[in-house]
């Protein structure tokens, strides 16, 4: 039976990913280079699959697989969004894949409620977090989510706290 998620080509998603990684073009990714990358810090620690602080092409790879076979499944997400300490009512809240993963993921969008809360159904990848923010140079804080089987589960929970800029 053919499955309902995105088609992934393990190679060249993980290709695109080391290019959009490695800025200093010698092969591996290191915490300096990933910390460059907002979209790809919350997923650091698991990309980095032997724990030697540099994340290698067969690493990612990994990765990507695990996102390639949860293609079927959509997890649902819960995200609460919140400013100097109070919920981010009714603003529009997006999540962004990885330009590395654009062609593979959509993006998604969703509303917060009184509560500051947006739920989503997403598909396994990397998001940047996007939003209509109230206030201009409000920044997401994490900017970046992983949406995986190994992280939260299938329900995810998660305050972003927005802030201004340092």
Known sequence: MPHAGPDWNIATAAA?????????????????????????????DRLDGNGDGRIDTSEI?????????????????RLRFRFAGRPLANVSVRLVPDVA??????????RTGGDGVALFEALAGAYRIAGDWP??????EPAGLEVAADVGGMVANQTIELRQPR
């Open 16 to 44: 695109a990913i080391r290019t959009e990684l490695d800025t200093d073009g010698n092969g591996v990714i290191d915490r300096d280079e990933i910390r460059g990358c907002p979209v790809w810090c919350s997923a650091a």
């Open 61 to 77: 790879e990994g990765r990507v697989s695990l996102y390639r076979d949860a293609r079927d499944l959509k997890m649902a997400l």
């Open 101 to 110: 993963l654009a062609d593979i993921i959509p993006a998604i969008e969703s």
């Open 135 to 140: 206030s201009q140079g409000l920044v997401a």
